[in-house]
């Protein structure tokens, strides 16, 4: 079974920065690296909205909201995906969900929460 487990988040003054860290368990290592990952956020009474997203060539997505301020990087050694958000505004703070994709399978995250404020 498939598992992810987010961490990383807390609370940040708007400019500052973040990284969040996602493991993944129970896929192999050839598996995990041909995966397509992503990071996801929901804002208190918004939608789910894709973030960033990673496959096996490298970042393939940013939203528009961050582009210039977020990156996204995997460790197929660790089986990990690191967000990593500089400059955050308010509108960053979320509920931030780590999304992994074998094929036809989707896997979540439980979410890790980001509050951005003063």
């Known amino acids: 079974q498939v598992q992810l487990v987010e961490s990383g988040g807390g609370l940040v003054q708007p400019g500052g920065s973040l990284s969040l860290s996602c493991a993944a368990s129970?896929?192999?290592?050839?598996?995990?690296?041909?995966?397509?990952m992503g990071w996801y956020r929901q804002a208190a009474g918004k939608e789910r909205e894709l973030v960033a997203k990673?496959?096996?060539?490298?970042?393939?997505y940013f939203a528009d909201s961050v582009k210039g301020r977020f990156t996204i990087a995997r460790d197929n050694a660790k089986k990990t995906v690191l967000l990593q958000m500089n400059s955050l505004k308010l509108e960053d703070t979320a509920v931030y969900y780590c999304?992994?994709?074998?094929?036809?399978?989707?896997?979540w995250g439980q979410g890790t929460q980001v509050t951005v404020s003063s």
């Open positions: 129970g896929a192999s290592g050839s598996t995990f690296s041909l995966s397509a």
């Open positions: 990673i496959t096996s060539g490298g970042p393939t």
């Open positions: 999304n992994l994709m074998i094929g036809a399978r989707v896997y």
